[in-house]
């Protein structure tokens, strides 16, 4: 991340505008919200070049012509919109608000997930532990309670997070079962999406999904409704508690954006279980993104912001991991880094491991 990050590139002044942005920037954030959910954007986008008074931005979007200019002018400001004489036309920034699916996942994850929550991130901070979860239930972790918050929240988090894997997928089974595995660990199944991706791309594949009780049940469903009930099996645990075991006899062993959710020791304890667990022939692949692996500041930004949500959300303890410090774990596991493989999907990398 050092590219980035090595030099102040801003003047005093500049400092000073950008302290500004910062301060009122919950407020642009909800402008943006609003204007795409009330369709003005949409508006403008379909009035072209020429742009449209306000009035008429009202009259095509059912909102007060007050509610059109408190909004626009903010929009102006937010550099959504630009202004020629009477007429507001969509910026740049706004096309990309609404159109770019990148921009609505993270859009509706901040909005729908951690807007509400990340009012209580110093508490998280001192504590340690996840305090804006108190905004969805009473749960120490979301991930026990991601079947039972609200549906709009739910689905924003799920498209989130498929958003980014789904377009990894193509070249990972490419990967991953080039050498027609017999049986696939996924510990973390989440939805059940990936089994369901390598049960279609290889016919003979048997997969094991290992995940918390609620979470397996929503994905069992899935892939039963996908009629593949008779390949994929449950196996419901806590990957945390000793006590339970793991399946055995895996070719592959698959944790996919799985281990960012826990603290540096828990993810050491949850790799030594799978060291121990595994045939020594069999193979280990971790999907993560990595944040000084990426190739865009606005990935890194991206990531970095989302690693608060772990924070102050999620369990209180994980993030996204620089790869210096997750491969060092890695290595204290009993794991050789056989492949490391960057720039999969949206900013990936890929790590095959082998027992040391």
């Excluded at 943006?32 to 009330?38: G, I, K, T, V, W």
């Amino acid at each position: 991340m050092a590219k980035w990050y090595q030099h102040d590139p801003l003047s005093a002044l500049q400092a000073k505008e950008e302290a500004q942005r910062l301060a009122f920037a919950p407020i642009a954030f909800q402008t943006a919200l609003s204007l795409r959910d009330l369709g003005i954007l949409e508006v403008l986008d379909q009035a072209g070049d020429g742009g449209l008074p306000a009035g008429l931005i009202a009259e095509r979007s059912g909102v007060s012509e007050y509610g059109v200019k408190v909004l626009l002018d903010m929009a102006l400001s937010a550099r959504i919109v630009t202004e020629d004489g009477r007429n507001y036309r969509l910026a740049r920034l706004g096309h990309f608000l609404l159109h770019d699916g990148m921009t609505r996942a993270n859009m509706d994850f901040t909005a729908d997930v951690c807007y509400r929550a990340m009012s209580h991130l110093s508490e998280a901070i001192r504590t340690g532990q996840p305090a804006g979860l108190k905004e969805f239930g009473d749960w120490q972790t979301l991930y026990q309670g991601l079947s039972s918050i609200p549906e709009k929240a739910r689905q924003s988090w799920l498209n989130f997070d498929h958003y980014y894997s789904d377009r990894a997928f193509p070249e990972l089974l490419q990967r991953v079962l080039a050498e027609r595995p017999q049986r696939l660990v996924d510990i973390g199944g989440n939805t059940g999406k990936w089994a369901l991706q390598c049960c279609k791309h290889d016919p003979e594949v048997q997969i094991t999904l290992v995940d918390l009780p609620g979470q397996l049940d929503m994905a069992l469903s899935n892939v039963h409704a996908a009629g593949f009930a008779g390949r994929v099996q449950g196996h419901p645990m806590n990957i945390l508690d000793p006590e339970q075991r793991l399946p055995e006899d895996a070719d592959i062993w698959w944790m996919s954006q799985f281990l960012d959710c826990f603290a540096p020791m828990e993810i050491l304890a949850i790799l030594r279980r799978v060291r121990a667990a595994m045939r020594a022939d069999a193979k280990v692949y971790i999907l993560e993104m990595f944040c000084d692996r990426q190739q865009f500041e606005a990935a890194t930004y991206s990531l970095n912001a989302t690693s608060l949500y772990f924070t102050c959300l999620a369990n209180g303890n994980s993030r996204f991991y620089r790869s210096d410090d997750f491969i060092a774990i890695v290595r204290e596991a009993g794991f050789v880094v056989a492949e490391d493989i960057d720039d999969i999907g949206l900013g990936h990398t890929l790590l095959r491991l082998q027992a040391g």
